[in-house]
């Protein structure tokens, strides 16, 4: 059963990473993060992003959490300093699915924080909010974004795009699903094909 309001307060940990709650201590840190042209670029987000952006921004995702309609955490570390966003938002609670998205700061991408933290919330989604159809809505232009979703299991459905016009120009967002992974490792797959193709488990 898919509740109809999603968890708050809400604290994800593993893979070492803590995704928290926002606070309005991580002003400073939101402001500096989010005041960056790549973030501005794929994600709606005013810019230049500033003190007061970042006031409304805290606001709204508070808003958003004690009401229950979205999951919006700091990808953290160690609970501390906030380092990105990872979000769960728009549930259809018929079709038991949900669309996420992330973002990470320039000063630290390629160390697998975003997709950390994707696959943290991903599982959640599945195993506690028993959402079955998650799904993210990317630029096929955006190729860190694109990277990210299909290192953590999600493929493209081949929806039509959703076409929008943003400050940039024209976007085109394709749909990605979430695929049931295989579970055990490569290894014990391979086995497991070797046990189906030769009538006997090894
Ligand atoms: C997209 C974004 C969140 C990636 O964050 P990140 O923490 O650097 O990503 P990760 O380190 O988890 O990378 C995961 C995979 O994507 C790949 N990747 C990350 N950035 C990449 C880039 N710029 N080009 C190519 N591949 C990239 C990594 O190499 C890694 O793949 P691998 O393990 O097979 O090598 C970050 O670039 C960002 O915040 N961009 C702006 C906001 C945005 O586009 N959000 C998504 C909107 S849909």
Redesign the pocket.
């Known amino acids: 059963m898919v509740a109809s309001r999603l968890p708050f307060p809400l604290t994800l940990t593993g893979d070492g990473l803590v995704l928290r709650e926002w606070r309005s201590e991580d002003l400073d840190d939101l402001v500096r993060m989010l005041d960056?042209p790549?973030?501005a670029?794929?994600?709606p987000m005013p810019s230049p992003f500033d003190v007061e952006a970042g006031i409304a921004y805290l606001k709204r995702c508070h808003q958003g959490r004690i009401t229950g309609q979205r999951i919006q955490l700091a990808i953290t570390t160690d609970g501390g300093r906030p380092l990105?966003e990872v979000l769960l938002f728009g549930v259809d609670l018929g079709l038991k699915e949900a669309e996420l998205?992330?973002?990470?700061?320039?000063r630290?991408?390629?160390?697998?924080?975003?997709?950390?933290a994707?696959s943290l919330l991903s599982a959640y989604a599945r195993s506690s909010l028993h959402l079955g159809r998650l799904l993210?809505?990317?630029?096929s232009r955006?190729?860190?974004?694109t990277?990210?979703a299909?290192?953590c299991g999600y493929r493209l459905t081949g929806e039509p795009p959703i076409l929008q016009e943003t400050p940039y120009g024209p976007s085109r967002l394709d749909t990605w699903e979430l695929v049931e992974r295989q579970t055990g490792s490569r290894r014990d797959r391979q086995k497991n094909v070797a046990a189906r193709r030769y009538g006997r488990r090894t």
């Open positions: 960056e790549e973030i670029r794929w994600r990105g998205a992330y973002l990470v700061d320039v630290e991408r390629r160390r697998g924080l975003a997709s950390g994707l993210l809505r990317i630029d955006n190729t860190a974004s990277a990210v299909r290192h």
